[in-house]
């Protein structure tokens, strides 16, 4: 069983920074994909950004060019840093690794 903690949201003004951190514990596999979704009221999960265990990352056409993530596996770490934030990226956003998910980190962006 793999347990993730996620840390790092918050409320930020538009046009701010934030960065998300997840970190595995437990019976973690090094080749499994870890990454980011999110769900905001009312809509479904979707993929923010993810990266597998060759380096190879996949982003949302909304994530491009403003959110970055990374992996630490020596930490059994994802990363995911935010910048130029918008009213429109508030939700929840939960960390997954292989099938295994977090329990969520709010992200609220003011106006």
């Known amino acids: 069983q793999v347990q993730l903690a996620e840390s790092g949201g918050g409320l930020v003004q538009a046009g701010g920074s934030l960065s998300l951190s997840c970190a595995a514990s437990?019976?973690?596999?090094?080749?499994?994909?870890m990454g980011w979704y999110r769900q905001a009221p009312g809509k479904q999960r979707t993929l923010v950004a993810a990266?597998?265990?060759?380096?190879?990352?996949n982003y949302a056409a909304f994530a491009r060019g403003r959110f970055t993530i990374s992996r630490d596996d020596d930490r059994n770490t994802v990363y995911l840093q935010m910048n130029n934030l918008k009213p429109e990226d508030t939700a929840v956003y939960y960390c997954?690794?292989?099938?295994?998910w977090g329990q969520g980190t709010q992200v609220t962006v003011s106006s």
């Open positions: 990266a597998t265990s060759t380096g190879t990352t």
């Open positions: 997954f690794r292989g099938n295994d």
């Open positions: 437990g019976s973690v596999i090094r080749a499994n994909a």
